[in-house]
Each structure stands twice: as C-alpha cells, then as structure tokens.
C-alpha cells in the first residue's frame, strides 16, 4: 500500500460460504488490517462490480452504491482491480484513500494491475501446494488403512494355523 500512498490495501478473493458467494478479505494493509478474514456479500461489494466487468474500476465515494461499505474511516477512493487462474475469476486486489486529497492515477493503476498478477501467481502456488497435501495426506490414510488390513490378515493367519494345528492334533 506504500507504493501507491494509499490508506489501506487488500486482496479479496471469491468464495463461497454457506450457498452464497462472498469475497473474503485475505490480506489487509493500513486502516482496516484488523478486519482481515471478514467477508462481504460479492453483490454488496465493488469487488463483485470489478470481477463482473472484468475490468479495473476507480471508484469515488463507493458506499454510496454499496451501503456495506460503509466503515469507518470512510473509503473516499477506490481503484480495484481483477485477478484470474485459468480464466477465472478468484479475487480482487484493490488499494483505498480515506482522504480526499489523495487520488489514484494511471501509475497507481499500473502497480496494481502488477500485484495483481502476483497474486494470481500466488493463488496458483497455494492452490497446487493445498493439493500436494492433501494428495499425500490421502496416501498417508490409505498406508495406514492398509497396513491395518495386514494386521488383520497375519492375525487371521495365525488363528488358521493354530486351528489347522489343533485339528491335526485332534485327528
């Protein structure tokens, strides 16, 4: 957020919770840091707006059309901009002056539209890494059910012997 001198910045990426699609604050610099993890309704937030025209949006005084926005201190600018994997939309990076004075420009959109290319990237890693993961952890599950079977087999095995045994004796 230092590069663009704005208040605060953040990543918002698309997700769904319970049935509705929300975009979730993921990282969060300068005056709403703390709210990071919270969610917004993708058709309450400008964020929905961008990633629907697929296009960067500079937005003045957005809670106006977005009364969820609300907060304070207010957000008097906003420049966001879209961020795809594999053509699909996951998120928004987006950059907020809370101060009238200050107006983003073409370089601002410029770094942005960089760091949105970054978290692209980023999304891909985590994704893969996630995936990575849960493949081994899978293989970890299916080793441990399997050397339970084992377990159970030798066990059998050696029951059977000792019957086998037992009737030998016996005959």
């Known amino acids: 957020f230092t590069l663009c001198r704005a208040d605060t910045a953040g990543i918002s990426l698309l997700e769904t ?19 990071r993890n919270n969610t917004m309704p993708r058709d309450a937030s ?15 005084m957005a809670e106006r059309i977005f009364p969820a926005l609300k907060a304070d201190p207010p957000v008097v600018e906003a420049l966001l901009i879209p961020f795809h994997v594999n053509g699909r939309p996951v998120g928004t990076v987006w950059v907020v002056s809370h101060d009238e004075k200050r107006k983003f420009d073409s370089e601002d959109e ?3 539209t ?4 970054f978290a692209a990237a980023g999304w891909q890693l985590w994704v ?9 952890e899978s293989e970890r599950r299916q080793k441990e059910d399997l050397a339970k079977s084992n377990e159970g087999l030798q066990r059998e095995e050696i029951e059977n ?3 086998e045994e037992t009737l030998r004796h016996s005959l």
């Open 17 to 35: 919770h319970h049935g509705e699609a929300v975009f979730r604050w993921e990282a969060l610099a300068g005056v709403y840091a703390p709210h």
């Open 46 to 60: 400008p964020c929905g707006t961008t990633i629907d025209r697929n296009a960067t949006q500079l937005m003045y």
């Open 110 to 112: 410029r770094i942005v």
């Open 114 to 117: 960089t760091l949105s290319q």
């Open 128 to 136: 893969a890494q996630t995936t990575v993961e849960q493949a081994v």
């Open 161 to 163: 012997n000792r019957t």
